[in-house]
T-cell receptor, first 115, second 114 residues
Framework: DTGVSQNPRHKITKRGQNVTFRCDPI?????LYWYRQTLGQGPEFLTY??????LEKSRLLSDRFSAERPKGSFSTLEIQRTEQGDSAMYLC????WGPGITEQFFGPGTRLTVL | GNSVTQMEGPVTLSEEAFLTINCTYT??????LFWYVQYPGEGLQLLLK?????DKGSNKGFEATYRKETTSFHLEKGSVQVSDSAVYFC?????????????FGKGTHLIIQP
C-alpha cells in the first residue's frame, strides 16, 4: 500500500508565474484534501474533493488558487500569478469514505518558493 | 469557528523524562480529536485519535484523553526517547464526521536530549 504522493517535492518560481502541483492519493481513497503550511504554523485547510466533486472551496486563499480532480483519482492545485506570500509547503491528504472515518493520511508536501 | 490552541515550543526534555503537551480546543458539538507528528524531513503522520468524550487514544507509548468538560486533549508519554524528537500537532475535525478539513494547532517542537 503506497502512501499519498506529491510532485514536485520542491518548486522555485519567479513572482507572477503560474505553478501547478500534483497529488496522487492512496488508491481507493475517494476523499482528497489540500492544505497550506507556512513556517511555524499548523496546516491550513484549503479545499476538498469527494471523488471528482469539489465539495468545499470557500477556504481557497484567493481566486488565484484553483484545484481539480477530473477523474476522481489524482488532483492538481494551481496558483496563478504567484506572489512572494504564496511561499509555503502545500500538503495533500486523502481518506476513505465511511461512517466514523475521520483521520486523514498526508503526503510529504510540495515546498514552493516564490522569488 | 473551530480553533485549536497548543503550548508553545520548543519543549526540551532529557531522555526518560515525562512528557505533557497541552492542547485545548473550541468547537461546537463533539468533534473528533487527533495528534499528528512530523519527524524531521517527513510528512505528517497520525499518532493517535479519539472520537468521543472520555475516549483515550494511545500509540507508541503516547496517550491522550478526550475531556469534554475542559475541552482538552493533552498528549502524554511516561518516558520519552531521543527518537521522539519531532513537531507535534493537535487537530480536530468538525462534529458529525470527517467530510471536512482538519483544524490544526500551531505545533509544538519537542527536543529530547540524551
Amino acid at each position: 500500500d503506497t502512501g499519498v504522493s506529491q510532485n514536485p517535492r520542491h518548486k522555485i518560481t519567479k513572482r507572477g508565474q503560474n505553478v501547478t502541483f500534483r497529488c496522487d492519493p492512496i488508491s481507493e481513497h475517494n476523499r482528497l484534501y489540500w492544505y497550506r503550511q507556512t513556517l511555524g504554523q499548523g496546516p491550513e485547510f484549503l479545499t476538498y474533493f469527494q471523488n471528482e466533486a469539489q465539495l468545499e472551496k470557500s477556504r481557497l486563499l484567493s481566486d488565484r488558487f484553483s484545484a481539480e480532480r477530473p477523474k476522481g483519482s489524482f488532483s492538481t492545485l494551481e496558483i496563478q500569478r504567484t506572489e512572494q506570500g504564496d511561499s509555503a509547503m502545500y500538503l495533500c491528504a486523502s481518506s476513505p469514505w465511511g461512517p466514523g472515518i475521520t483521520e486523514q493520511f498526508f503526503g510529504p508536501g510540495t515546498r514552493l518558493t516564490v522569488l | 469557528g473551530n480553533s485549536v490552541t497548543q503550548m508553545e515550543g520548543p519543549v526540551t526534555l532529557s531522555e526518560e523524562a515525562f512528557l505533557t503537551i497541552n492542547c485545548t480546543y473550541t468547537a461546537t458539538g463533539y468533534p473528533s480529536l487527533f495528534w499528528y507528528v512530523q519527524y524531521p524531513g517527513e510528512g505528517l503522520q497520525l499518532l493517535l485519535k479519539a472520537t468521543k468524550a472520555d475516549d483515550k487514544g494511545s500509540n507508541k507509548g503516547f496517550e491522550a484523553t478526550y475531556r469534554k468538560e475542559t475541552t482538552s486533549f493533552h498528549l502524554e508519554k511516561g518516558s520519552v526517547q531521543v527518537s521522539d524528537s519531532a513537531v507535534y500537532f493537535c487537530a480536530l475535525s468538525r462534529a458529525g464526521g470527517g467530510a471536512d478539513g482538519l483544524t490544526f494547532g500551531k505545533g509544538t517542537h519537542l527536543i529530547i536530549q540524551p
